[in-house]
């Protein structure tokens, strides 16, 4: 069983930053691909970045390109994503997810993540 808790939430006004950050207690980090997703009321949950167990391979969604970063760093088993330009479009509560790694170095589809975390509300205001 993989426990995640997120950390790093709260208010901030728009053009500023945040930073996320994912740990984990019983299992190592590193045999799990990563992601972090959003979601709002009434809208579907969504997939704003990822990155796999070797963290060569990462992936954003359109609209965070250039603008948020994921990282990872499994020595501390811990997974971040730093936001910058934030935008009141990116108010949601935030989740952090664990993939099993596969033997492949790939971003998995979402239905592979197993384990998340509780959520932690990023509040941007205009």
């Known amino acids: 069983q993989v426990v995640l808790v997120e950390s790093g939430g709260g208010l901030v006004q728009a053009g500023g930053s945040l930073r996320l950050s994912c740990g984990t207690s019983?299992?190592?980090?590193?045999?799990?691909?990563m992601g972090w997703f959003r979601q709002t009321p009434g809208k579907e949950r969504e997939l704003v970045a990822a990155i796999t167990w070797s963290g060569r391979v990462t992936y954003y969604t359109e609209s965070v390109k250039g603008r948020f970063t994921i990282s990872r760093d499994n020595a501390r088993d811990t997974a971040s994503l730093q936001m910058d330009s934030l935008k009141p479009e990116d108010t949601a509560i935030y989740y952090c997810a664990a993939a099993p790694r596969h033997l492949g170095d790939y971003i998995p589809p979402q239905y592979e993540y197993e384990y998340w975390g509780q959520g932690t509300q990023v509040t941007v205001s205009s």
């Open positions: 019983g299992r190592t980090l590193g045999n799990y691909n």
